[in-house]
């Protein structure tokens, strides 16, 4: 099982990026897909995150600005960020909780992709 990230990159302040993440390989199903980040020196947090049913989950500091969403048909899990800050300058990584087969829940992390906003 891969988690392939991508859609990070530079951005003035105020400015939008969306990042994508495809899980593939031999993947029964995808429970909770969602984003975390990470900068230097801190605790990787979540970002946010959506399950099956499509809830979601977002942290405080992106409401309203982020919005997450996913494809399941083509196992794909976007985060649209729009009104970026320079805080938001961090590795973002995706994360999925996902079946291999029934009754095997298993979590996985993608490489990272850098998202960087200038002032």
């Known amino acids: 099982v891969q988690l392939q990230a991508s859609g990070g990159g530079l951005v003035q302040a105020g400015g939008s990026l969306r990042l994508s993440c495809v899980a593939s390989?031999?993947?029964?199903?995808?429970?909770?897909i969602g984003w975390y980040r990470q900068v230097p020196g801190k605790q990787r947090e979540l970002v946010a995150a959506?399950?099956?049913?499509?809830?979601?989950n977002y942290a405080d500091s992106v409401k309203g600005r982020f919005t997450i969403s996913r494809d399941n048909a083509k196992n794909t899990v976007y985060l649209q960020m729009n009104s970026l800050k320079p805080d938001d300058t961090a590795v973002y990584y995706c994360n999925a909780l996902l079946y291999l087969r029934v009754g095997v829940l298993d979590e996985y992390w993608g490489q990272g992709t850098l998202v960087t906003v200038s002032s």
């Open positions: 959506i399950t099956s049913g499509g809830a979601t």
């Open positions: 390989g031999s993947i029964f199903s995808i429970d909770a």
